[in-house]
DNA sequence: TATTGTTATACTCTATAACTATA
DNA sequence: TATAGTTATAGAGTATAACAATA
């Protein structure tokens, strides 16, 4: 039973792609006095940002699985790359982590070899990261994955319409500088 | 320091709007052979994907705070209202939930009074849950707050703006279908 | 044998609090 | 006092395994 519900729709997703959130749906009863017709998730653009999103997010997860990499781990990976000797609580405030967090995912990458650390003898308390050659490759090899998983993932999408989406999307996020 | 590293760029975030995964910027040194240039995060349309899913989800979490719901538990409870007489695992099979995970979300609903079990006199292993005239009307101010929340979000965009970038999101997600 | 609702449990991610050593 | 790195811990959210009742 349950053929009714389709389509499905959806604001959250597990990790399986399988979505949650469901959704009003075509054949909305006449709204009466008192009681307004709900809108439809479908009908907001929020909802379709998730789904997107988590395309999106599922595609780079399984892109950068067979490095071992997760989301996060690279990020903080790639600040390393990207700024060598830059310390862990600047890499935190720049990638809005806890500093407790990144305690283990430092631990882990370190012990993977892909970065160093070195005390800073203008101050004792902090330790400056430098990346390993191997640091440098594998992050060189993530990011070429998730540009690959980008081609695919918008493989719908022609030429222009990749840059206007690029541009809508920048407003979207970028609309709360003013708040 | 690391006033270096702006803008910084996003693919994961947490709680609170801060972000992370940083990535690199202008001023790229010339690609030696054997050590091709990184592509820029922020070129990529999946990193503004990203920060826009970020500033919807952040603002829907807020949008439904006061009342005291969250995206999945609305999620259940907006099922019941729009399938009235669903099952919990009908549900979650809907909506991508375990089923072993909807029984408290089901509970604390419950306990809300926004539904209520009967038995299915078909298959007695069945609940069939119905919403109760407050569980639709919080739904009800639930949807409208996530209406709201939607303009706010879009402010910057034209009407016919948000139809483009609803348009080419749904072509991002659709996209698996041919998986 | 398969399904429903349920309990127990584990794992990931993220949050707070508190410690130590330095500044 | 403020900050860096660290530890311990707690809370979401989501995963699996197993059970009793029913089909």
Redesign the interface.
């Known amino acids: ?2 053929y ?2 389709n389509p ?1 729709h ?5 990790d ?1 792609g ?8 075509k054949t909305a009863p006449k709204p009466e006095p008192g ?2 017709r ?2 439809f ?1 479908a009908d ?3 909802y ?10 599922q595609g ?1 997860s399984a892109a950068l699985e067979s490095l071992s990499l997760r ?2 781990p ?2 903080v990976l ?2 390393i ?3 060598p000797g ?2 862990a609580a ?2 935190c ?6 500093r407790a967090n990144i305690v283990s995912i430092l631990a882990e990458l370190e012990q993977r070899g892909l970065f160093l650390r070195e005390a800073d003898p203008n101050d004792n308390r902090v330790q400056k990261l430098f990346p390993t050659r191997t640091g ?1 490759e594998l ?2 090899e993530a ?2 994955r ?2 690959d ?2 081609d695919h ?5 022609s030429g222009s ?2 840059a ?3 541009r ?9 500088e003013g708040d």
Not at 168 to 176: A, H, P, R, S
């Open positions: 039973m349950l009714s519900i499905v959806v604001l959250v997703a597990d399986t399988e979505l949650a959130m469901a959704a009003p749906h009681e307004e709900l809108e998730l907001l653009v929020g379709h940002l998730r789904r997107a999103s988590i395309r999106d997010m780079m989301a996060v690279l990020s790639l600040m790359v990207e700024n830059i310390s600047d890499i405030r720049a990638i809005g982590l806890k440098k992050t060189a990011l070429e998730l540009k998983h980008e993932l918008l493989c719908a999408l319409e990749r206007e989406l690029r809508l999307l920048m407003k979207v996020w970028q609309g709360d």
